[in-house]
DNA sequence: TTCCTAATTGAAAATCATTTTCAATTAGGC
DNA sequence: GCCTAATTGAAAATGATTTTCAATTAGGAA
């Protein structure tokens, strides 16, 4: 479901980067992460395996791995809200608006969709975008227990 | 398929907001508008009826439209957009990826896709965020012509 | 209409995230 | 081990957004 930590520094090496001490501590974090990350997060908690990490290279590791894509975007209604690990070459997220915990999803068949939209706009649809938003399990039974 | 700029201001002011003449101008400019939208689009274009507003101001009045679902937040890839004239209650996207254009659809029937994702994650879905890119049909016809 | 007041405004300052710059360090091919 | 281009972090620069605050104003009350 998640990341494998040495495959993306494989990957990394393959595509010509060199694996720093640094690069491995934001991988090592992204590649476990379970919710969304802000360059902010991935610093604080990279910072721990390697304390000499400076926030600047936290945003060009973020970067060039998204360009890999070994993490995407997420967006929520107001704002960008950081990286989420991406396995699948097209997936979707889906967020837990209580914890934040994401999980990827690959099916979204939505060709009838689409096509609906196409003809009637005019439209050469290129790429969709699609997040879900809701709770998730562990908060789910949380909240019923609760009560 | 456009936001009117009338039924936007007696909103306003059936909301408890003033009707000022820096308002009144952000929201024809949004009203009209054919894509999305940033701020500072926003500011350009309103500040020809209204000279003398303020970028400030129209931060704030984007913000009072999108709380009343006037508008709302776009996002690409590689972050937020703007903003787009929203007029239905429940309504998506779709993006010229050319020229920006951007129009607004509503019928998104997504249920099996969210059964789906619901029974696999056990996650309730609350909300899907969906949106669309792709190339309007002049893009398409000028670049056909082109050949 | 005129008055009054709370809401609204714009300029400037503050904030916040991100990017750029640049001199020092370092990974990894030789 | 050496060498060099890639990488790094601190500090400065940038750019978008938010806050502050004194001056203005919309619109209800008189
Ligand atoms: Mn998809
Ligand atoms: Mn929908
Ligand atoms: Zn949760
Ligand atoms: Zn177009």
Known sequence: ??????????TLSQHGYK????RRAVVEVVAHGQTRLSAADVYA????????????TVYRTLEILAELGAIR???LDDGCE?????SAEHG????????????EFEDCDMRKLL?????????????????????????LQ????RK
Chains 1, 2 share one sequence.
């Open 1 to 10: 479901m998640n990341v494998d930590f040495s495959a993306l520094t494989t």
């Open 19 to 22: 694996l720093t001490r640094q």
């Open 45 to 56: 908690q990279a910072q721990r395996a390697c304390p000499d990490l400076g926030l600047t």
């Open 73 to 75: 975007r997420v967006h």
């Open 82 to 86: 950081g990286f989420a690990p991406a």
């Open 92 to 103: 979707h997220h889906l967020i837990c608006s209580n914890c934040k915990m994401t999980i």
């Open 115 to 139: 096509d609906r939209v196409a003809a009637r706009t005019g439209f050469k649809i290129e790429q969709h975008w699609l997040e879900l938003v809701g709770r998730c399990p562990k908060c």
């Open 142 to 145: 949380k909240a019923a227990a």
